[in-house]
Protein backbone atom coordinates (compact mmCIF):
# COMPACT_ATOMS: atom_id res chain seq x y z
CA UNK A 1 0.00 0.00 0.00
CA UNK A 2 1.37 2.96 -1.07
CA UNK A 3 1.87 6.50 1.02
CA UNK A 4 -0.06 9.45 -0.22
CA UNK A 5 0.52 12.95 1.12
CA UNK A 6 -2.39 15.53 2.13
CA UNK A 7 -2.13 16.49 -1.41
CA UNK A 8 -2.95 13.59 -3.08
CA UNK A 9 -6.53 14.26 -3.98
CA UNK A 10 -5.81 17.50 -5.28
CA UNK A 11 -3.33 16.30 -7.49
CA UNK A 12 -5.64 13.88 -8.53
CA UNK A 13 -8.43 17.13 -9.82
CA UNK A 14 -5.63 18.46 -11.56
CA UNK A 15 -5.31 15.51 -13.44
CA UNK A 16 -1.56 14.37 -12.35
CA UNK A 17 -0.21 10.99 -13.15
CA UNK A 18 0.73 9.72 -10.43
CA UNK A 19 3.73 7.06 -9.91
CA UNK A 20 5.17 5.30 -7.46
CA UNK A 21 8.28 6.95 -5.87
CA UNK A 22 10.20 5.66 -2.98
CA UNK A 23 7.37 3.94 -1.52
CA UNK A 24 4.88 6.95 -2.41
CA UNK A 25 2.32 7.82 -4.86
CA UNK A 26 3.12 10.87 -6.49
CA UNK A 27 2.17 12.92 -9.21
CA UNK A 28 5.55 12.59 -11.84
CA UNK A 29 2.83 14.86 -14.50
CA UNK A 30 0.30 17.00 -14.71
CA UNK A 31 0.94 17.96 -18.60
CA UNK A 32 4.23 16.73 -19.43
CA UNK A 33 7.52 16.89 -17.98
CA UNK A 34 9.09 19.06 -20.58
CA UNK A 35 6.15 21.93 -20.05
CA UNK A 36 6.47 21.77 -16.59
CA UNK A 37 10.45 22.11 -16.99
CA UNK A 38 10.15 24.90 -19.08
CA UNK A 39 7.32 26.57 -16.95
CA UNK A 40 10.03 26.75 -13.91
CA UNK A 41 12.54 28.24 -15.73
CA UNK A 42 10.53 30.76 -17.15
CA UNK A 43 7.67 31.58 -15.07
CA UNK A 44 7.64 29.56 -11.46
CA UNK A 45 5.94 25.71 -10.67
CA UNK A 46 5.00 24.23 -7.31
CA UNK A 47 5.80 21.03 -6.51
CA UNK A 48 4.36 18.56 -3.33
CA UNK A 49 7.61 17.74 -1.80
CA UNK A 50 5.44 15.86 1.46
CA UNK A 51 6.91 12.81 1.18
CA UNK A 52 10.20 14.18 2.43
CA UNK A 53 11.50 13.74 5.85
CA UNK A 54 11.65 16.21 8.84
CA UNK A 55 13.85 15.33 11.76
CA UNK A 56 13.69 18.33 14.64
CA UNK A 57 16.82 18.44 17.05
CA UNK A 58 16.22 20.37 20.12
CA UNK A 59 18.69 20.84 22.98
CA UNK A 60 21.72 22.45 24.48
CA UNK A 61 23.81 20.22 22.97
CA UNK A 62 21.97 19.78 19.58
CA UNK A 63 24.90 21.54 17.61
CA UNK A 64 27.62 19.63 18.97
CA UNK A 65 25.56 16.65 18.01
CA UNK A 66 24.64 17.72 14.88
CA UNK A 67 28.62 18.38 14.16
CA UNK A 68 29.49 15.28 14.91
CA UNK A 69 27.31 13.49 12.45
CA UNK A 70 26.76 15.73 9.79
CA UNK A 71 29.94 17.28 6.97
CA UNK A 72 29.22 20.98 7.01
CA UNK A 73 30.19 23.31 9.93
CA UNK A 74 26.54 24.04 11.83
CA UNK A 75 28.31 26.50 13.79
CA UNK A 76 28.10 28.59 10.90
CA UNK A 77 24.41 28.78 10.61
CA UNK A 78 22.53 31.79 12.67
CA UNK A 79 19.25 31.43 13.75
CA UNK A 80 17.03 31.54 10.86
CA UNK A 81 19.89 30.08 8.60
CA UNK A 82 19.65 26.20 6.64
CA UNK A 83 22.97 24.62 5.24
CA UNK A 84 23.56 21.83 2.31
CA UNK A 85 25.26 19.17 4.32
CA UNK A 86 25.93 15.31 4.42
CA UNK A 87 25.50 12.54 6.52
CA UNK A 88 28.10 10.05 6.17
CA UNK A 89 29.05 6.49 7.69
CA UNK A 90 32.19 5.27 9.32
CA UNK A 91 33.65 4.99 5.88
CA UNK A 92 32.77 8.32 4.63
CA UNK A 93 29.93 6.90 2.76
CA UNK A 94 27.02 8.91 2.13
CA UNK A 95 24.12 7.59 3.96
CA UNK A 96 21.59 10.95 2.88
CA UNK A 97 22.00 14.55 2.04
CA UNK A 98 20.20 16.94 3.56
CA UNK A 99 19.20 20.63 4.46
CA UNK A 100 19.81 21.75 8.40
CA UNK A 101 18.18 24.56 9.44
CA UNK A 102 18.52 26.57 12.70
CA UNK A 103 14.74 27.36 13.34
CA UNK A 104 15.73 28.98 16.85
CA UNK A 105 18.94 29.18 19.10
CA UNK A 106 18.78 25.34 20.05
CA UNK A 107 16.17 24.10 17.76
CA UNK A 108 17.22 22.17 14.71
CA UNK A 109 15.38 21.05 11.55
CA UNK A 110 16.38 18.59 9.38
CA UNK A 111 14.77 18.46 5.78
CA UNK A 112 15.81 14.36 4.80
CA UNK A 113 15.65 12.52 1.44
CA UNK A 114 11.54 10.63 1.58
CA UNK A 115 13.25 7.56 0.69
CA UNK A 116 15.89 7.46 3.59
CA UNK A 117 13.57 8.71 6.19
CA UNK A 118 13.69 4.84 8.24
CA UNK A 119 17.33 4.80 7.62
CA UNK A 120 18.72 8.10 8.84
CA UNK A 121 16.18 8.13 11.81
CA UNK A 122 17.52 4.77 12.39
CA UNK A 123 21.00 6.06 12.42
CA UNK A 124 20.84 9.30 14.15
CA UNK A 125 18.67 7.63 16.76
CA UNK A 126 21.58 5.06 17.04
CA UNK A 127 24.63 7.62 17.34
CA UNK A 128 22.50 9.65 19.88
CA UNK A 129 22.56 6.52 22.01
CA UNK A 130 26.15 6.74 22.26
CA UNK A 131 26.42 10.46 22.24
CA UNK A 132 27.49 11.74 25.61
CA UNK A 133 25.00 13.58 27.59
CA UNK A 134 22.36 12.85 25.22
CA UNK A 135 19.37 13.21 27.58
CA UNK A 136 20.04 16.79 26.86
CA UNK A 137 18.80 16.11 23.38
CA UNK A 138 15.81 15.90 22.08
CA UNK A 139 15.57 14.16 18.54
CA UNK A 140 12.20 13.90 17.18
CA UNK A 141 11.02 12.18 13.62
CA UNK A 142 8.30 14.22 12.90
CA UNK A 143 7.59 13.51 8.56
CA UNK A 144 3.98 12.10 9.39
CA UNK A 145 3.03 15.06 11.17
CA UNK A 146 4.79 17.80 8.40
CA UNK A 147 4.30 18.74 4.97
CA UNK A 148 5.69 20.70 2.28
CA UNK A 149 6.13 22.29 -0.84
CA UNK A 150 8.22 23.94 -3.29
CA UNK A 151 7.87 26.90 -5.37
CA UNK A 152 10.41 27.96 -7.79
CA UNK A 153 11.07 29.92 -10.79
CA UNK A 154 12.00 33.29 -11.51
CA UNK A 155 8.59 35.06 -10.95
CA UNK A 156 7.65 33.17 -7.67
CA UNK A 157 9.12 36.38 -5.97
CA UNK A 158 6.47 38.87 -7.48
CA UNK A 159 3.53 37.21 -5.67
CA UNK A 160 5.21 35.02 -2.50
CA UNK A 161 3.82 37.94 -0.64
CA UNK A 162 0.04 37.66 -1.29
CA UNK A 163 0.36 34.29 -0.11
CA UNK A 164 2.18 34.90 3.33
CA UNK A 165 1.46 38.55 4.03
CA UNK A 166 2.95 40.47 6.99
CA UNK A 167 6.23 39.34 8.62
CA UNK A 168 8.16 36.43 10.36
CA UNK A 169 7.97 35.60 13.14
CA UNK A 170 11.07 33.74 14.38
CA UNK A 171 13.78 32.65 12.62
CA UNK A 172 15.18 35.14 10.03
CA UNK A 173 12.80 38.35 10.92
CA UNK A 174 11.72 40.54 8.07
CA UNK A 175 9.10 42.66 6.98
CA UNK A 176 8.55 40.06 3.80
CA UNK A 177 9.04 36.25 2.40
CA UNK A 178 10.48 38.26 -0.42
CA UNK A 179 13.11 39.43 2.08
CA UNK A 180 14.60 36.42 2.83
CA UNK A 181 18.36 36.05 1.65
CA UNK A 182 19.47 33.00 -0.20
CA UNK A 183 19.22 29.90 2.47
CA UNK A 184 17.53 32.05 5.27
CA UNK A 185 14.48 30.68 6.64
CA UNK A 186 11.22 32.26 8.78
CA UNK A 187 8.60 31.43 10.77
CA UNK A 188 5.53 33.39 9.09
CA UNK A 189 1.38 32.85 9.93
CA UNK A 190 -0.98 31.08 7.82
CA UNK A 191 -4.18 31.61 8.91
CA UNK A 192 -2.67 31.28 11.90
CA UNK A 193 -0.62 28.38 11.63
CA UNK A 194 2.99 27.90 11.30
CA UNK A 195 4.59 27.91 7.90
CA UNK A 196 8.15 27.57 7.28
CA UNK A 197 9.57 29.49 4.67
CA UNK A 198 12.74 29.32 3.25
CA UNK A 199 15.14 30.49 0.15
CA UNK A 200 15.83 27.36 -1.20
CA UNK A 201 15.38 24.80 -3.58
CA UNK A 202 16.21 22.12 -5.41
CA UNK A 203 15.83 23.63 -9.56
CA UNK A 204 18.55 26.26 -9.90
CA UNK A 205 16.58 28.83 -9.92
CA UNK A 206 15.18 31.22 -7.46
CA UNK A 207 12.48 30.70 -5.38
CA UNK A 208 10.74 29.25 -1.57
CA UNK A 209 10.13 25.89 -0.02
CA UNK A 210 7.51 26.28 2.44
CA UNK A 211 6.93 23.59 5.83
CA UNK A 212 4.04 23.68 7.71
CA UNK A 213 1.62 20.78 9.53
CA UNK A 214 0.03 18.27 7.13
CA UNK A 215 -3.41 19.75 7.94
CA UNK A 216 -2.31 23.19 6.84
CA UNK A 217 -0.40 21.89 3.57
CA UNK A 218 -3.17 21.72 1.26
CA UNK A 219 -4.66 24.95 1.95
CA UNK A 220 -1.22 26.51 1.29
CA UNK A 221 -0.64 24.37 -2.16
CA UNK A 222 -4.56 26.35 -3.14
CA UNK A 223 -3.27 29.33 -2.18
CA UNK A 224 0.19 29.25 -3.87
CA UNK A 225 -1.67 27.80 -7.17
CA UNK A 226 -4.37 30.02 -7.28
CA UNK A 227 -2.52 33.46 -6.20
CA UNK A 228 0.32 32.66 -9.15
CA UNK A 229 -1.98 31.78 -11.36
CA UNK A 230 -1.63 35.21 -12.85
CA UNK A 231 1.95 34.74 -12.71
CA UNK A 232 2.20 31.77 -15.17
CA UNK A 233 2.66 29.56 -11.95
CA UNK A 234 1.97 25.64 -12.89
CA UNK A 235 1.77 22.69 -10.85
CA UNK A 236 4.95 20.61 -11.53
CA UNK A 237 5.95 17.07 -10.78
CA UNK A 238 8.54 14.62 -10.09
CA UNK A 239 9.42 14.38 -13.68
CA UNK A 240 10.76 18.22 -13.82
CA UNK A 241 12.01 17.94 -10.53
CA UNK A 242 14.46 15.32 -12.14
CA UNK A 243 15.42 17.17 -15.23
CA UNK A 244 15.72 20.41 -13.28
CA UNK A 245 18.14 19.33 -10.96
CA UNK A 246 20.31 17.14 -13.61
CA UNK A 247 20.54 20.32 -15.73
CA UNK A 248 22.47 21.64 -13.10
CA UNK A 249 23.75 18.63 -11.29
CA UNK A 250 22.34 19.23 -8.29
CA UNK A 251 23.26 15.11 -6.68
CA UNK A 252 19.94 13.03 -6.25
CA UNK A 253 20.53 10.61 -3.41
CA UNK A 254 20.37 6.77 -4.60
CA UNK A 255 22.09 7.98 -8.08
CA UNK A 256 25.12 10.40 -7.28
CA UNK A 257 25.30 9.91 -3.90
CA UNK A 258 24.81 6.05 -1.64
CA UNK A 259 26.26 4.17 0.76
CA UNK A 260 29.65 3.08 -1.11
CA UNK A 261 30.29 6.76 -2.22
CA UNK A 262 31.86 9.64 -0.40
CA UNK A 263 31.06 13.28 -0.76
CA UNK A 264 34.97 13.72 -1.95
CA UNK A 265 34.32 11.25 -4.72
CA UNK A 266 30.80 12.78 -5.55
CA UNK A 267 32.45 16.53 -5.68
CA UNK A 268 30.45 17.87 -3.20
CA UNK A 269 33.25 18.17 -0.57
CA UNK A 270 32.88 21.75 -0.51
CA UNK A 271 30.04 20.97 2.10
CA UNK A 272 32.73 18.92 4.43
CA UNK A 273 34.59 20.49 6.73
CA UNK A 274 37.42 18.62 8.18
CA UNK A 275 38.44 21.50 10.19
CA UNK A 276 35.49 21.92 12.62
CA UNK A 277 36.69 18.82 14.50
CA UNK A 278 36.17 15.44 14.26
CA UNK A 279 32.90 13.68 12.52
CA UNK A 280 31.65 10.71 11.23
CA UNK A 281 33.88 9.62 8.43
CA UNK A 282 36.17 12.19 8.59
CA UNK A 283 39.30 10.65 8.34
CA UNK A 284 38.23 8.79 5.22
CA UNK A 285 37.30 11.79 3.45
CA UNK A 286 40.21 13.75 4.88
CA UNK A 287 42.72 10.87 3.25
CA UNK A 288 40.38 11.30 0.16
CA UNK A 289 41.03 15.40 0.08
CA UNK A 290 45.17 14.69 0.50
CA UNK A 291 45.16 11.44 -1.93
CA UNK A 292 42.91 11.62 -4.21
CA UNK A 293 39.80 9.40 -4.84
CA UNK A 294 39.16 5.84 -7.47
CA UNK A 295 36.36 7.86 -9.42
CA UNK A 296 35.04 11.17 -9.82
CA UNK A 297 31.84 12.25 -10.65
CA UNK A 298 31.53 14.22 -13.87
CA UNK A 299 29.00 16.24 -15.91
CA UNK A 300 28.82 15.26 -19.62
CA UNK A 301 26.90 16.55 -22.49
CA UNK A 302 25.99 14.50 -25.82
CA UNK A 303 27.77 16.08 -28.56
CA UNK A 304 25.34 14.90 -31.43
CA UNK A 305 21.38 14.17 -31.57
CA UNK A 306 21.07 10.55 -29.80
CA UNK A 307 19.05 8.80 -27.62
CA UNK A 308 18.89 10.41 -23.94
CA UNK A 309 22.02 9.09 -21.76
CA UNK A 310 20.33 6.92 -18.53
CA UNK A 311 21.52 5.66 -15.65
CA UNK A 312 23.52 2.50 -15.89
CA UNK A 313 24.80 3.23 -19.02
CA UNK A 314 28.70 2.29 -19.09
CA UNK A 315 30.75 5.26 -19.96
CA UNK A 316 33.74 4.76 -22.61
CA UNK A 317 36.81 6.30 -23.17
CA UNK A 318 37.44 7.42 -27.01
CA UNK A 319 40.55 6.69 -29.29
CA UNK A 320 42.21 3.69 -30.31
CA UNK A 321 42.38 2.06 -26.85
CA UNK A 322 38.73 2.75 -25.90
CA UNK A 323 38.05 0.74 -23.19
CA UNK A 324 35.14 1.40 -20.78
CA UNK A 325 35.59 3.74 -17.59
CA UNK A 326 32.86 3.89 -15.72
CA UNK A 327 28.94 4.48 -15.66
CA UNK A 328 26.00 7.16 -15.98
CA UNK A 329 24.24 7.55 -12.88
CA UNK A 330 21.53 10.34 -13.89
CA UNK A 331 20.75 11.06 -17.45
CA UNK A 332 18.02 12.51 -19.88
CA UNK A 333 17.21 14.89 -22.44
CA UNK A 334 17.56 18.95 -21.42
CA UNK A 335 14.48 20.24 -22.00
CA UNK A 336 16.17 23.81 -21.99
CA UNK A 337 19.52 22.62 -24.11
CA UNK A 338 17.59 20.45 -26.32
CA UNK A 339 20.65 17.78 -26.21
CA UNK A 340 21.52 14.90 -23.77
CA UNK A 341 23.06 15.63 -20.84
CA UNK A 342 24.10 13.54 -17.72
CA UNK A 343 26.07 13.16 -15.05
CA UNK A 344 28.01 9.86 -14.22
CA UNK A 345 31.05 8.23 -12.03
CA UNK A 346 34.54 7.89 -14.14
CA UNK A 347 38.52 7.12 -13.56
CA UNK A 348 39.83 10.24 -12.45
CA UNK A 349 42.19 10.82 -14.92
CA UNK A 350 39.07 11.15 -17.49
CA UNK A 351 37.54 14.01 -15.27
CA UNK A 352 38.25 16.99 -16.78
CA UNK A 353 36.77 19.16 -18.60
CA UNK A 354 36.47 18.80 -22.68
CA UNK A 355 37.36 14.93 -21.81
CA UNK A 356 35.60 12.86 -25.22
CA UNK A 357 33.88 10.47 -23.78
CA UNK A 358 31.36 8.05 -25.38
CA UNK A 359 28.02 6.80 -23.95
CA UNK A 360 27.02 2.95 -24.81
CA UNK A 361 23.20 3.40 -25.58
CA UNK A 362 21.77 -0.08 -26.83
CA UNK A 363 25.08 -1.69 -27.59
CA UNK A 364 26.31 1.38 -29.69
CA UNK A 365 28.89 4.26 -28.55
CA UNK A 366 27.59 7.36 -28.95
CA UNK A 367 29.62 10.87 -28.47
CA UNK A 368 29.56 13.03 -25.58
CA UNK A 369 32.27 15.35 -24.24
CA UNK A 370 32.81 16.03 -19.87
CA UNK A 371 31.40 19.26 -19.40
CA UNK A 372 31.90 22.05 -16.23
CA UNK A 373 29.21 21.45 -13.66
CA UNK A 374 26.24 22.99 -14.07
CA UNK A 375 25.38 21.72 -17.63
CA UNK A 376 22.76 24.61 -17.80
CA UNK A 377 23.49 28.17 -16.71
CA UNK A 378 20.73 30.52 -16.52
CA UNK A 379 21.96 33.22 -19.20
CA UNK A 380 22.86 36.73 -17.83
CA UNK B 1 -10.48 9.26 -25.70
CA UNK B 2 -7.87 8.99 -28.16
CA UNK B 3 -8.30 9.13 -31.96
CA UNK B 4 -8.68 6.16 -33.93
CA UNK B 5 -8.50 6.63 -37.68
CA UNK B 6 -11.18 3.98 -39.90
CA UNK B 7 -9.00 3.95 -42.57
CA UNK B 8 -5.90 2.03 -40.79
CA UNK B 9 -5.20 -1.08 -39.00
CA UNK B 10 -3.49 -1.77 -35.67
CA UNK B 11 -1.73 -4.21 -33.59
CA UNK B 12 -2.10 -4.93 -30.03
CA UNK B 13 1.19 -2.87 -29.13
CA UNK B 14 -0.03 0.01 -30.36
CA UNK B 15 1.56 0.56 -33.93
CA UNK B 16 -0.94 1.43 -37.28
CA UNK B 17 -0.60 0.22 -40.33
CA UNK B 18 -1.85 2.11 -43.49
CA UNK B 19 -1.43 0.49 -46.74
CA UNK B 20 -1.56 1.88 -50.24
CA UNK B 21 -0.92 -0.83 -53.00
CA UNK B 22 1.84 -3.49 -51.67
CA UNK B 23 3.52 -0.58 -49.20
CA UNK B 24 2.37 0.36 -45.54
CA UNK B 25 3.62 2.98 -43.66
CA UNK B 26 3.78 2.51 -40.20
CA UNK B 27 3.70 4.58 -36.73
CA UNK B 28 2.59 4.68 -32.97
CA UNK B 29 -1.28 5.36 -31.70
CA UNK B 30 -2.64 8.81 -30.48
CA UNK B 31 -3.16 5.85 -27.82
CA UNK B 32 0.53 5.21 -26.99
CA UNK B 33 1.91 8.82 -27.99
CA UNK B 34 0.08 9.95 -25.03
CA UNK B 35 0.89 7.22 -22.51
CA UNK B 36 4.32 7.94 -23.64
CA UNK B 37 4.03 12.35 -23.71
CA UNK B 38 6.88 14.02 -24.74
CA UNK B 39 9.07 12.08 -27.53
CA UNK B 40 12.56 13.27 -27.44
CA UNK B 41 14.07 10.89 -29.51
CA UNK B 42 12.96 8.03 -32.05
CA UNK B 43 15.65 5.65 -33.01
CA UNK B 44 14.33 3.83 -36.92
CA UNK B 45 15.40 1.45 -38.90
CA UNK B 46 17.87 0.96 -41.67
CA UNK B 47 16.50 1.37 -44.64
CA UNK B 48 16.61 -1.96 -46.87
CA UNK B 49 16.26 -3.78 -43.77
CA UNK B 50 14.37 -7.05 -43.70
CA UNK B 51 11.96 -7.28 -41.26
CA UNK B 52 9.24 -9.96 -39.96
CA UNK B 53 5.96 -9.47 -38.16
CA UNK B 54 7.00 -8.70 -34.84
CA UNK B 55 10.25 -7.80 -34.77
CA UNK B 56 11.35 -5.50 -32.22
CA UNK B 57 12.60 -2.62 -35.06
CA UNK B 58 12.43 0.98 -33.86
CA UNK B 59 12.99 2.36 -30.33
CA UNK B 60 10.93 5.75 -28.96
CA UNK B 61 12.37 7.40 -26.09
CA UNK B 62 10.49 9.54 -24.13
CA UNK B 63 11.85 11.46 -21.06
CA UNK B 64 11.33 8.70 -18.68
CA UNK B 65 11.52 5.72 -20.70
CA UNK B 66 12.35 4.23 -23.85
CA UNK B 67 10.04 1.89 -25.29
CA UNK B 68 10.62 -1.10 -28.36
CA UNK B 69 8.22 -0.79 -31.89
CA UNK B 70 7.41 -3.46 -33.30
CA UNK B 71 6.49 -4.39 -36.92
CA UNK B 72 2.87 -5.14 -37.16
CA UNK B 73 4.48 -6.62 -40.96
CA UNK B 74 6.80 -8.51 -43.15
CA UNK B 75 8.71 -7.02 -45.81
CA UNK B 76 11.16 -4.47 -46.42
CA UNK B 77 12.17 -1.00 -45.27
CA UNK B 78 11.73 1.42 -48.20
CA UNK B 79 11.93 4.75 -46.36
CA UNK B 80 11.88 6.42 -43.22
CA UNK B 81 10.67 9.35 -42.03
CA UNK B 82 13.91 11.73 -41.25
CA UNK B 83 11.59 14.52 -40.52
CA UNK B 84 11.54 12.42 -36.69
CA UNK B 85 14.88 13.19 -36.20
CA UNK B 86 15.24 16.79 -36.06
CA UNK B 87 11.64 17.01 -34.99
CA UNK B 88 11.05 13.93 -32.60
CA UNK B 89 8.03 15.55 -30.68
CA UNK B 90 5.75 15.03 -34.37
CA UNK B 91 5.02 11.44 -32.88
CA UNK B 92 3.22 13.10 -30.21
CA UNK B 93 1.54 15.94 -32.31
CA UNK B 94 0.41 14.02 -35.82
CA UNK B 95 0.94 10.74 -34.96
CA UNK B 96 -1.06 9.44 -37.80
CA UNK B 97 0.30 12.38 -40.17
CA UNK B 98 4.46 13.58 -40.38
CA UNK B 99 4.73 11.27 -37.28
CA UNK B 100 4.71 8.27 -39.09
CA UNK B 101 8.26 5.89 -38.93
CA UNK B 102 8.54 4.07 -41.74
CA UNK B 103 6.97 2.68 -44.87
CA UNK B 104 7.26 -1.45 -45.79
CA UNK B 105 6.98 -3.20 -49.21
CA UNK B 106 5.13 -6.23 -47.58
CA UNK B 107 6.35 -9.63 -48.52
CA UNK B 108 3.14 -11.20 -47.24
CA UNK B 109 -0.22 -8.62 -47.49
CA UNK B 110 -2.41 -10.91 -45.85
CA UNK B 111 -0.72 -10.52 -42.69
CA UNK B 112 -2.84 -6.96 -42.57
CA UNK B 113 -5.91 -8.98 -42.27
CA UNK B 114 -4.66 -10.06 -39.03
CA UNK B 115 -4.22 -6.96 -37.49
CA UNK B 116 -6.76 -5.65 -35.22
CA UNK B 117 -10.01 -3.11 -36.83
CA UNK B 118 -10.26 0.32 -35.43
CA UNK B 119 -13.37 -1.31 -33.33
CA UNK B 120 -11.12 -3.52 -32.08
CA UNK B 121 -8.22 -1.61 -31.02
CA UNK B 122 -10.75 0.69 -29.29
CA UNK B 123 -12.26 -1.69 -27.02
CA UNK B 124 -8.66 -2.69 -26.44
CA UNK B 125 -8.05 0.49 -25.63
CA UNK B 126 -11.15 1.72 -23.92
CA UNK B 127 -11.72 4.60 -26.56
Keep these: ?380 | MSNIPSDLRYAKSHEWVRVSGDTATVGITDHAQHELTDVVFVELPAKDRQLKAGDACAVVESVKTASDIYSPVSGQIVEVNKALSDNPALVNSEPYGNGWFYKIKLSNPGEVNALLTPEQYKQQVGG
Excluded at chain 1, 102 to 110: C, G, V
Design chain 1, 1 to 380: MLKRTPLFELHQKLGARLVEFGGWEMPVQYTSIVDEHLAVRKSGGIFDISHMGEVLLTGKRAAIFLNHVLTNDIRKLAEGQGQYTLMCNERGGVIDDLYAYRLRAEEYLLIINASRIDDDVAWLQKQLAAFPDRDSIDLQNASARIGAVAIQGPRVVEFIDQCFPSCSHCGTLVARASDLAKNQIGEFHFFGQPAWVSRTGYTGEDGFEVVSPSETIAAIWSKVLATGHQYCLQPAGLGARDTLRTEVCYPLYGHELDEETTPIEAGVGFFVSLDKGDFIGRSVLAEQKAKGVGKKSVAFKMTDKSAPPRPHYPIWSTGANAAPIGEVVSGTQSPSLNIGIGMGYVKPEFAKAQTPIEIEIRGKRYAAVVVPKPIYRKPD
